[in-house]
Protein backbone atom coordinates (compact mmCIF):
# COMPACT_ATOMS: atom_id res chain seq x y z
CA UNK A 1 0.00 0.00 0.00
CA UNK A 2 1.41 3.42 -0.90
CA UNK A 3 0.77 5.82 1.58
CA UNK A 4 -0.37 9.38 1.51
CA UNK A 5 -0.02 12.20 3.79
CA UNK A 6 -2.78 11.91 6.58
CA UNK A 7 -3.50 15.69 6.41
CA UNK A 8 -3.99 15.18 2.43
CA UNK A 9 -6.65 11.92 3.60
CA UNK A 10 -8.48 13.97 6.63
CA UNK A 11 -8.97 16.54 3.66
CA UNK A 12 -10.23 14.71 1.61
CA UNK A 13 -13.21 13.01 3.79
CA UNK A 14 -13.90 16.30 4.93
CA UNK A 15 -14.56 17.14 0.87
CA UNK A 16 -16.89 14.16 0.73
CA UNK A 17 -18.82 15.17 3.36
CA UNK A 18 -19.02 18.88 2.66
CA UNK A 19 -19.66 17.67 -1.15
CA UNK A 20 -22.88 15.17 0.42
CA UNK A 21 -24.29 18.19 2.20
CA UNK A 22 -23.81 20.70 -0.94
CA UNK A 23 -25.32 18.27 -3.11
CA UNK A 24 -28.38 17.69 0.12
CA UNK A 25 -29.17 21.57 -0.14
CA UNK A 26 -30.05 20.97 -3.85
CA UNK A 27 -32.46 18.09 -3.37
CA UNK A 28 -35.36 17.86 -4.50
CA UNK A 29 -37.65 14.84 -2.99
CA UNK A 30 -37.26 13.50 0.74
CA UNK A 31 -36.33 10.13 -0.74
CA UNK A 32 -33.05 11.55 -2.06
CA UNK A 33 -32.77 13.98 1.07
CA UNK A 34 -33.07 10.58 3.10
CA UNK A 35 -30.44 9.26 0.43
CA UNK A 36 -28.33 11.64 0.91
CA UNK A 37 -28.33 11.63 4.56
CA UNK A 38 -27.81 8.25 4.80
CA UNK A 39 -24.22 8.87 3.21
CA UNK A 40 -23.31 11.72 5.47
CA UNK A 41 -23.81 9.73 8.84
CA UNK A 42 -22.19 7.26 7.10
CA UNK A 43 -18.81 9.02 5.69
CA UNK A 44 -18.77 11.00 9.12
CA UNK A 45 -19.18 7.55 11.04
CA UNK A 46 -15.96 5.83 9.20
CA UNK A 47 -14.07 9.58 8.81
CA UNK A 48 -14.94 9.46 13.07
CA UNK A 49 -13.74 6.19 13.51
CA UNK A 50 -10.35 6.57 11.70
CA UNK A 51 -9.68 9.67 13.67
CA UNK A 52 -9.72 8.53 17.16
CA UNK A 53 -8.14 5.76 15.83
CA UNK A 54 -5.29 7.18 14.24
CA UNK A 55 -5.01 10.92 14.49
CA UNK A 56 -6.39 11.31 18.15
CA UNK A 57 -3.48 9.43 19.65
CA UNK A 58 -1.03 10.85 17.93
CA UNK A 59 -2.63 14.08 19.30
CA UNK A 60 -2.67 12.55 23.03
CA UNK A 61 1.47 11.51 22.39
CA UNK A 62 2.61 15.20 21.25
CA UNK A 63 0.30 17.13 23.38
CA UNK A 64 -1.15 15.12 26.43
CA UNK A 65 -4.74 14.85 27.06
CA UNK A 66 -6.62 18.08 27.22
CA UNK A 67 -6.17 18.54 23.36
CA UNK A 68 -7.22 14.71 23.04
CA UNK A 69 -10.12 14.94 25.53
CA UNK A 70 -11.95 18.43 23.68
CA UNK A 71 -11.45 16.26 20.44
CA UNK A 72 -13.23 13.22 21.54
CA UNK A 73 -16.16 15.69 22.77
CA UNK A 74 -16.08 17.35 19.67
CA UNK A 75 -16.79 14.23 18.43
CA UNK A 76 -19.30 12.72 20.55
CA UNK A 77 -21.26 15.58 20.11
CA UNK A 78 -21.45 15.22 16.59
CA UNK A 79 -22.39 11.21 16.91
CA UNK A 80 -25.58 12.34 19.28
CA UNK A 81 -26.38 14.59 16.25
CA UNK A 82 -26.27 11.87 13.83
CA UNK A 83 -27.21 9.12 15.89
CA UNK A 84 -30.77 11.67 16.55
CA UNK A 85 -30.18 11.75 12.31
CA UNK A 86 -30.09 8.11 11.55
CA UNK A 87 -33.09 8.08 13.70
CA UNK A 88 -35.28 10.12 11.82
CA UNK A 89 -37.11 9.81 8.65
CA UNK A 90 -37.31 12.52 6.27
CA UNK A 91 -41.25 11.88 4.73
CA UNK A 92 -42.46 12.16 8.20
CA UNK A 93 -41.15 15.35 8.60
CA UNK A 94 -39.28 17.20 6.32
CA UNK A 95 -38.68 20.26 8.31
CA UNK A 96 -36.79 18.26 11.34
CA UNK A 97 -35.25 16.37 9.29
CA UNK A 98 -34.03 19.43 7.48
CA UNK A 99 -33.03 20.69 10.86
CA UNK A 100 -31.25 17.64 12.21
CA UNK A 101 -29.15 18.04 9.10
CA UNK A 102 -28.33 22.09 9.76
CA UNK A 103 -27.34 20.82 13.26
CA UNK A 104 -25.19 18.18 11.64
CA UNK A 105 -23.48 20.48 9.20
CA UNK A 106 -22.85 23.00 11.78
CA UNK A 107 -21.21 20.54 14.20
CA UNK A 108 -19.10 19.15 11.53
CA UNK A 109 -18.00 22.73 10.01
CA UNK A 110 -16.97 23.88 13.37
CA UNK A 111 -14.99 20.77 14.18
CA UNK A 112 -13.12 20.05 10.64
CA UNK A 113 -11.66 23.62 10.22
CA UNK A 114 -10.52 23.40 14.02
CA UNK A 115 -8.68 20.57 12.98
CA UNK A 116 -7.73 21.43 9.11
CA UNK A 117 -6.53 25.00 10.45
CA UNK A 118 -5.27 24.46 13.97
CA UNK A 119 -4.67 20.94 14.69
CA UNK A 120 -3.42 19.02 12.16
CA UNK A 121 -0.58 21.86 10.72
CA UNK A 122 -0.08 21.93 15.09
CA UNK A 123 0.14 18.05 14.84
CA UNK A 124 2.31 17.34 11.89
CA UNK A 125 5.01 20.00 13.13
CA UNK A 126 5.48 18.03 16.33
CA UNK A 127 8.33 16.44 17.08
CA UNK A 128 8.70 12.32 16.26
CA UNK A 129 5.32 12.76 13.79
CA UNK A 130 5.56 11.43 10.28
CA UNK A 131 2.77 12.55 8.42
CA UNK A 132 3.31 9.43 5.82
CA UNK A 133 3.16 7.16 8.76
CA UNK A 134 -0.05 8.47 10.12
CA UNK A 135 -1.74 8.64 6.35
CA UNK A 136 -0.69 4.71 6.37
CA UNK A 137 -2.46 3.81 9.34
CA UNK A 138 -5.12 5.72 8.81
CA UNK A 139 -6.07 4.01 5.60
CA UNK A 140 -5.43 0.99 7.36
CA UNK A 141 -8.16 1.96 10.02
CA UNK A 142 -10.58 2.29 6.61
CA UNK A 143 -10.72 -1.51 6.19
CA UNK A 144 -12.70 -1.63 10.02
CA UNK A 145 -13.82 1.88 10.20
CA UNK A 146 -17.63 1.79 11.26
CA UNK A 147 -20.60 3.32 9.16
CA UNK A 148 -23.08 4.03 11.92
CA UNK A 149 -22.86 6.44 14.90
CA UNK A 150 -21.95 4.19 17.91
CA UNK A 151 -22.75 6.17 20.68
CA UNK A 152 -22.51 3.66 23.52
CA UNK A 153 -19.04 2.82 21.97
CA UNK A 154 -15.44 3.35 23.47
CA UNK A 155 -13.79 6.10 21.65
CA UNK A 156 -10.56 5.22 23.20
CA UNK A 157 -7.67 3.01 22.74
CA UNK A 158 -7.11 0.29 22.81
CA UNK A 159 -10.68 -0.30 23.51
CA UNK A 160 -11.98 1.09 20.08
CA UNK A 161 -10.32 -0.57 17.73
CA UNK A 162 -11.19 -3.58 19.41
CA UNK A 163 -14.94 -2.22 19.28
CA UNK A 164 -14.93 -1.17 15.79
CA UNK A 165 -13.06 -4.40 14.61
CA UNK A 166 -16.41 -6.24 15.70
CA UNK A 167 -18.82 -3.22 14.29
CA UNK A 168 -18.36 -2.70 11.43
CA UNK A 169 -19.20 -6.32 9.79
CA UNK A 170 -22.16 -5.61 11.31
CA UNK A 171 -22.44 -1.77 10.35
CA UNK A 172 -21.66 -3.64 6.57
CA UNK A 173 -24.74 -5.90 7.15
CA UNK A 174 -26.78 -2.81 7.74
CA UNK A 175 -25.76 -0.98 4.99
CA UNK A 176 -26.55 -3.34 2.78
CA UNK A 177 -30.19 -3.12 3.14
CA UNK A 178 -29.86 0.68 3.94
CA UNK A 179 -28.70 1.40 0.16
CA UNK A 180 -30.41 -1.53 -1.07
CA UNK A 181 -27.59 -3.58 -1.91
CA UNK A 182 -25.87 -0.66 -3.63
CA UNK A 183 -23.28 1.23 -1.11
CA UNK A 184 -22.53 4.14 -2.53
CA UNK A 185 -18.79 5.45 -3.06
CA UNK A 186 -18.69 9.26 -2.57
CA UNK A 187 -16.44 10.80 -5.33
CA UNK A 188 -16.98 14.70 -5.04
CA UNK A 189 -15.83 16.35 -8.22
CA UNK A 190 -12.12 17.99 -8.30
CA UNK A 191 -12.19 21.58 -8.03
Known amino acids: MSATAVDVLVKADHDKVNYLL ?5 APTTEVKQQLAYQIIRELAM ?4 EEEVLYPAVKS ?20 LATLS ?3 ADK ?3 AFDAQVASVKRIFEAHYKEE ?9 KAEG ?5 LGEEFEKAAAHAVT ?13 KIANMMTAPLDAAADIIRFAGNVPSVNPPAV
Request: proline fraction near 6%; include cysteine; hydrophobic fraction near 30%.
Open 93 to 95: SEA
Open 116 to 124: EDVELPKLL
Open 87 to 89: SMN
Open 22 to 26: SEYAK
Open 62 to 81: AFGTEEYEKLLEEHTELKKA
Open 47 to 50: HSSK
Open 148 to 160: RPHTWAPDKAPLN
Open 129 to 133: VCKMK
